[in-house]
């Protein structure tokens, strides 16, 4: 067996922590992946892993592996270990919102959790179920316009555009009433705003590398 040929649970480990790392960050850089990999596991060399990489099967993921010459122009070829997780939604259908998070990631350093606390993520449905999640999600259900199961599912969508946007309230107003929360009464509307800046502040964003608002500042 070739020396960069990776035990099977390794391989299948990896797969999480590329999973996860997709989920928390939205973009994450390969070395610091592996740097997290090895931190947390028995140490694999920086060759292992770039073979692991290449030969990764990603039919079936909601992600790539870009270097930022395929993404900036007049920029010169990275080195394979210098190349990015990014999620699907960041670049496709456009990529805007990949150089929001890009450039806004360079000021900060990463979150990374405890193992099993990271390897959750790997789970592309998981995120942290906040008291200011939740306080959002039970205003909702006591609207009498909503089921719970869509209660449920705005709470969870306004959630995940938490994690991509950087708290603009005229784009969150119109998520939600595009998503059927109705905002004409000003208590109601008051009382969604101040809760979802609450769930916004408290939030792993994409753009503070996995920290919350909160947390950076």
Do not use: W
């Not at 999480?16 to 928390?24: G, I, M, V």
């Not at 010169?76 to 990015?84: A, S």
Request: hydrophobic content about 35%; glycine content about 2%.
């Amino acid at each position: 067996m070739s020396k960069y040929i990776l035990p099977k649970e390794t391989a299948k480990l990896l797969y999480k922590y590329f999973d996860a790392a997709q989920n928390l960050y939205g973009i994450a850089p390969l070395n610091k992946l592996l740097e997290i990999y090895n931190n947390q596991n028995q140490p694999i060399t920086e060759e292992q892993f770039l073979k692991f990489v290449d030969n990764m099967d990603l039919s079936n993921k909601f992600y790539d592996i870009i270097g930022v010459d395929e993404m900036y122009e007049d920029v010169p070829p990275v080195k394979p270990i210098n190349r990015d997780i990014v999620a699907e939604y960041l670049y496709y259908p456009n990529t805007e919102t990949y150089y929001k998070v890009k450039e806004n990631q360079r000021i900060f350093s990463f979150y990374v959790p405890k193992k099993e606390k990271f390897l959750k993520y790997a789970d592309e449905f998981y995120f942290e179920k906040t008291l200011e999640f939740i306080s959002l999600r039970a205003f909702l259900r006591n609207q009498k316009y909503l089921t719970k199961e869509k209660a449920d599912e705005i709470a969870g969508e306004l959630q995940f555009v938490a994690r991509i946007e950087n708290g603009n309230p005229d784009f969150i107003i119109q998520c939600a009433e595009s998503m059927g929360v109705n905002l004409d009464n000003l208590n109601i509307y008051q009382e969604f705003v101040d809760l979802f800046i609450d769930v916004d502040n408290n939030t792993r964003k994409h753009i503070y590398c996995g920290h919350t608002h909160n947390e950076v500042f």
